[in-house]
């Protein structure tokens, strides 16, 4: 691999030649035929030689597609979105963006809800006032543009108030009778 050994092709003779014909016939072909410049210079053989490409399958050459290969197998096996280790081969710009929701629900809530269920298992055996909870909503959150607007029309429907919206981002509720300043508002008086 060091001088780059990938022949082309192989020389094929009818009988046996000793080390000296041998030796004679790879001189006279690397005369001939080696280097850039010679590239695509007419082999002629004769008493009864033989030309025989060297063919190797493109499945087989192609170590790279291999390794790309083995990278799709194991987020496969993980479910873990192959953007999500970086192989963008197949990626466009609306896959790359739900790939971290499906990290989270397909990689993530599995191990999650596995991780829960034998903490109850092992450190409350017979129950007990206490569970283990693991948030993954900021995985889920998305796009804060569109994270915003369901707040919004959670709040105008009454599904939910603003310090429930608060919590939701992982904010404290604001204090007892303090009201939210609108932005005209806030800036006037700063």
Same mark, same amino acid.
């Given at each position: 691999?060091?001088?780059?050994?990938?022949?082309?092709?192989?020389?094929?003779?009818? $009988? #046996?030649?000793?080390? !000296?014909?041998?030796?004679?016939?790879?001189?006279?072909?690397?005369?001939?035929?080696?280097?850039?410049?010679?590239?695509? $210079?007419?082999?002629?053989?004769?008493?009864?030689?033989?030309?025989?490409?060297?063919?190797?399958?493109? !499945?087989?050459?192609?170590?790279?597609?291999?390794?790309?290969?083995?990278?799709?197998?194991?987020?496969?096996?993980?479910?873990? *979105? *192959? *953007?999500?280790?970086? #192989?963008?081969?197949?990626?466009?710009?609306?896959?790359?963006?739900?790939?971290?929701?499906?990290?989270?629900?397909?990689?993530?809530?599995?191990?999650?809800?596995?991780?829960?269920?034998?903490?109850?298992?092992?450190?409350?055996?017979?129950?007990?006032?206490?569970?283990?909870?693991?948030?993954?909503?900021?995985?889920?959150?998305?796009?804060?543009?569109?994270?915003?607007?369901?707040?919004?029309?959670?709040?105008?429907?009454?599904?939910?108030?603003?310090?429930?919206?608060?919590?939701? !981002?992982?904010?404290?509720?604001?204090? #007892?009778?303090?009201?939210?300043?609108?932005?005209?508002?806030?800036?006037?008086?700063?």
């Amino acid at each position: 691999m060091r001088t780059g050994a990938s022949p082309s092709g192989v020389i094929e003779v009818p $009988s #046996a030649m000793g080390p !000296e014909q041998r030796s004679m016939l790879r001189k006279a072909f690397e005369d001939r035929h080696a280097g850039a410049e010679k590239a695509g $210079s007419t082999l002629i053989l004769d008493g009864g030689m033989k030309w025989s490409p060297a063919q190797i399958s493109p !499945e087989d050459a192609e170590l790279l597609e291999t390794r790309k290969f083995g990278v799709v197998g194991l987020c496969r096996l993980f479910q873990v *979105p *192959p *953007p999500i280790v970086q #192989a963008y081969e197949n990626n466009t710009f609306t896959n790359a963006a739900q790939a971290g929701l499906w990290f989270a629900t397909f990689c993530l809530a599995p191990w999650a809800r596995k991780i829960e269920a034998e903490f109850v298992r092992s450190v409350f055996p017979t129950g007990g006032p206490y569970e283990l909870e693991l948030d993954l909503s900021g995985f889920l959150r998305g796009d804060p543009e569109t994270r915003w607007n369901a707040h919004k029309i959670a709040i105008d429907s009454g599904v939910l108030d603003p310090d429930e919206v608060r919590q939701i !981002e992982g904010w404290n509720p604001r204090p #007892a009778g303090q009201k939210p300043v609108p932005a005209s508002d806030g800036a006037q008086g700063q």
